[in-house]
C-alpha cells in the first residue's frame, strides 16, 4: 500500500456518526418487525374467525351493511375484466 493509502485509511473511520447510523437502522428494524408481527396476529384472527375474505364479504352483503367507502371488490379470477 503506497504511504498516501496508507494515510487515507488510518483518517477515514465510522465514528459516532456512523455507530448511530447503525443504531437507528437497528431501532427500525426491530419496530418494523414488531408491527409485521402484530398486524400478522390480527389478520390471523380475522381469518379464524371468519372476518375475511369472501365469507366476511357476503355476510356483509346478506346483513345490509356497508363501509363509508363501499364494499371491497372481490379477488376472484373469474369475474368481469
Given amino acids: 500500500m503506497t504511504s498516501a ?47 375475511f375474505g369472501e365469507r366476511a364479504a357476503a355476510g356483509k352483503r346478506q346483513s345490509g351493511r356497508a363501509d363509508a367507502d363501499g364494499d371491497i371488490p372481490s379477488q376472484d379470477s373469474s369475474g368481469r375484466d
Fill in 5 to 51: 493509502g496508507q494515510t487515507l485509511a488510518l483518517e477515514v473511520s465510522g465514528g459516532a456518526g456512523g455507530f448511530l447510523v447503525v443504531v437507528l437502522l437497528g431501532l427500525a428494524a426491530a419496530g418494523l418487525f414488531t408491527m409485521m408481527s402484530r398486524s400478522l396476529g390480527r389478520m390471523r384472527s380475522n381469518v379464524a374467525g371468519g372476518r
